[in-house]
């Protein structure tokens, strides 16, 4: 590095403040700062209005949607989906002047939209500047308006179990004024929109500016031809989230962070870098960058690029000087244009990002500076990490040559009670508990997930599938996405890629989801062919994929994506002879066929299991089977709507964790696979869809582990010492019964005492994954367990009958938490006896209150039944455990009590520092 790069990075300096980054840049005139970039969150302070019901809205919609005849016509996860039915436009839609949002994704110029003349919608009131919002709610973003509840209830509710039952559905309006100042003037002023659910469109002062209709993609309109200068600006979003349009829960509303980002008219583009690395060595690194600018001027300008890389620390933080710098590019842009300009560099002992344990998720960031005639006109950031991704048929992943087995969970965005408004801390929380479960990837099921959530990864060192579709043309639900398929599958593709690319986390994309064309030979890979296309015109680096259900080793489909990712085929689908004859899928275990037909191809399971359980919940008798469908008498019980935690039952087409365990270690080949799902999510309670939350998780909606957390565990982490034992030992009415004990250990035999007398020493079998003794008789007293590795001692465990439920207990995840307005602490409090001995089955009411300077955002339970609004603050607890969610308030500090009380327990309380 020289020393000229050593000044002008000394030079360089960073300024954040809560909301905002502000990147200056001082190198040509010492003392003179320059801010060239402002990106400034303008989540606080917006009114919003909803509509009551979806006929009395205003008439300002996107386009017509198609009449439902039978809202109930998709239910099962694997039915099969169908053909589009064709809408008639009886009334003038808005999409004309949406449409031209996408034009910077949608690569044939004769493709592009043109905006028509007109402005629809400045004379509805909402969009004025002189409407009066005054008694409009005030909400701070992300908002998701659905998630307060109330829960919908019963077989006809308006919401149905698939999406959660609570009111997503109708139209909403969020309002805000933005100040900008005459000094802003000349500048570009764009608004980032993480993500709006759903078919936002978006107006100015008036004007209508754009939208965008897909809710889980990120997107940006160009404000400035709408902006005045030196006042303020009526900003009005109108966002429409259709009911029957998602197979889960989807939130509502601006639900992600929001953005003004101010610039020289001269920056670089909207996700206008990508950054890869190749011929990586312990040595060495190849860096390549590529940098897109935006002139927005009506003259050419010429432009100087310079880009300094600098290490990241386990903060975020850029640590020291610059360890390397690019070659100054140069390059003239166009009037009212764009060009982009590549560079690469050799990097001396690189600090490679990798999965852990055995490697770091080391990272870097990239700080690009553009120059006009030797001034700083912008300064742009981009982090990414250095590693060497190889994807080998017969063994897998390989990560800069580790093998990788892919422990991998798949996750929906929704973040339990506290809805799809994202929460950087509860992400987080998310990843940390699968972490501790030994899980190593996340599958982004089925949609791109918040920009922070990839943060995350990165930082966390979790290998990702990022995913897009969950349909294309063909639909699963009345309204998803396959009705704005044909103008949108492009710029949303594209766009999806360019905001994630530089994440060294992803590892591969997957552009479709158990799509309907599995279904239609030629037409549908044709389809395919069209996406797979996009997806390498935009990133030629990493491998594609699709997850499928129903397509097999001799049709069109999978020949298409890179990497093919089976959807429970591995295992076979509804293989009992009872499915004999049955319509819906049913097939032989798929893996060699796959590998036959496809030798040069890496073979992964998208999605497993699809197991069911309730937290702490067992029913007898239990199955003998490795692995078993639910229905009453079998693992279900339809009358309280749960399903046993002996973790050996599962959807019609899915199979226990043992059941996969075992399909993948009797495939080598198998790169792993995706749990459906690690945690619960809302919606999509298969089997009982009175409910409102799923029973897939292997950890409950309130981040409680299930019993499968340790079956995971036990063969996730081999290293780890643990032994877990189930059920909980409390059955007064089950004197003299059998009542079957498991035990899930990452060692490989293990001894089980009742009141003191062996049961008898046993070895994990072949492909077994759990140690049972089947035919224990229940009496009262003290289970323990010894478990061996290789002969020795390696975990132990006790599980007792209880005493009576005395008290309760309280602990928070966190001492201290930041008050920031955004920062969480997550409460668990549990119903114990006297010794703290958890005591199963209660389901007190608890209430809660808080003292100091902070607020309860929503209390939960787990229990996937419960239809209490999660914003109350008195929940059942569920099997002895709730969970309480406090956020402290912006700017200050001090001490937070939370209590919790019921009736004939004692109390607890928890004390929370905030800073
Ligand atoms: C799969 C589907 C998932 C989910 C799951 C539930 O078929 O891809 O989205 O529905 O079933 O078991």
Redesign the pocket.
Known sequence: MTDRNNIRLASLVFAAFIGGIFLFDSCSQPGAMVVTREHISINDGWSFYKYDSESDTDPLIYDVRPEIDNPNEIKD??SKPTEAIAAEAKQMVLKPWILPTANDFISDPGKRHIRPEGNPGSDFPFVQASFDDNNWTKVNLPHDWAIEGPFQTGWDSEVGGGMGRLPVNGVGWYRKKLDLSTSDSGKSIYLDVDGAMSYAMVWLNGTLVGGWPYGYNSWRLDLTPYLQFGGENQLAIRVDNPNHSA?WYPGAGLYRNVWLVKTNPVHVAQWGTFITSDEISGKSATINIQVTIDNKTQNSAEVEVVTDIFELDENDKKAGTAVASFEVLETSVSANSNSTVNGSLVLENPRLWGPLPKQQPNRYVAVTRLKQDGQPVDTYETSFGIRKVEFDPNQGVLVNGEHIQLKGVNQHHDLGALGAAFNTRAAERQLEILREMGCNAIRM??NPPAPELLDLTDQMGFLVIDEIF?SWERKKTPHDFHLIFPEWSEPDTRSFIRRDRNHPSIISWSFG??VGEQYTGEAGAEVAQRLNEIVKEEDPTRRTTL?M?FAKPDMELPAVPDVIGL?YQGEGIRQDPEFEGTDRIRTKPQYNAFREQFPDKVIYSS?TA?AFSSRGFYTFPVTDAISSIARDGRGGDSEAAHVSSYELYA?DF?SSADKVFGMIDRHPFVAGEFV?TGWDYLG?P?PYYQARSSY?GIIDLAGFPKDRFYLYQAHWRPDFPMVHILPHWNWPERMGEVTPVHVFTSGDEAELFLNGQSLGKKKKGEYAYRIRWDDVVYEPGELKVIAYKDGKVWAEKVVKTTGEAIQLQATADRATMAADGEDLSFITVQISDEEGLLVPRTNNLIKFTLEGPGEIVATDNGDQTDMTAFPSQERNAFNGLALVIVRAIAGEQGEIIVTAESVGLKEASVEIRTK
């Open positions: 996860a694997d197979r099921a089925h969950d989801n158990e997850a259900n959807n999605e699809s959807v899915g459906w999509e298969t897939n």
